[in-house]
């Protein structure tokens, strides 16, 4: 499946929000710095999270639907200069026995393919020519998580354990269920996420903090440009007038 438009739209709420213009770089809506930031109430905070979830900051002509079309699919950026070209290197973060995704990558561009998930309680395994299965999740320290144990690692070691130190992430896709929130800033930190040309995130979030705020201006500063996004019906927040969802699709390019 492939579109050749992209969405945007605006959450209602706040008037101040929707009207400053120190709030917009160019043409495109951006999060302001903590001074502005901290004066806002919860309410401004939500409507800010969504509105910036839901506003597209760079024009991708050729969206390619990889993978299921319902739950489990993502979207990749087409265009030449943003597509993977062989040999390439993919990184999937959260799985559940959904290989929808990465099977399509790996019959699209042929790339090599590391999928990560601790909680399908199995060893790693290879999947295929290009895919290889780790037992492992993302965090923002190396070592054990949870109750269950589950074996994590940051970014920056996992390219580290695998040899790719120096190397190009074509696309990086995390969908780990809040943990992105504790694993972004460590990525940034470290400077282990500059090296993805596309970044496909589900971003799970309730109620809003400063802190999930600034992690998504810091991907901003990192040169990250939402080109596409998707609410997930799967969870909804009534606002008056509206229905809206905690958890969003966001995909993002590298300029």
Known sequence: MIYHTCKEDTVGGSQYIHNNKDMTDHTHFVIPED????????????????RYLTSTQIHCKEVLRLGSVTDGGWNVCHDIQYRPSFPCLVYSFGILWDFSFDDAVADTYGCEIHSFDPSMKTTDFKRGNHIWFHNLGLSNESGTYGKNK??????QDIFKDLNHTSKVLDILKIDIEWMEWQSLPNMIKTGALTSAKQLLMEFHGGSVSLQMLQTLRSIY??????????RNPTGKINWKFMENSPYYE???LKI
């Open 250 to 252: 966001v995909y993002f």
């Open 35 to 50: 001074k502005t930031l901290r004066n806002f109430s919860g309410t401004e905070l939500n409507v800010l999270y969504h």
């Open 221 to 230: 500063n990192e040169g990250y440009r939402i080109y596409w996004y998707h």
């Open 150 to 155: 589950w074996k994590v690692s940051t970014l």
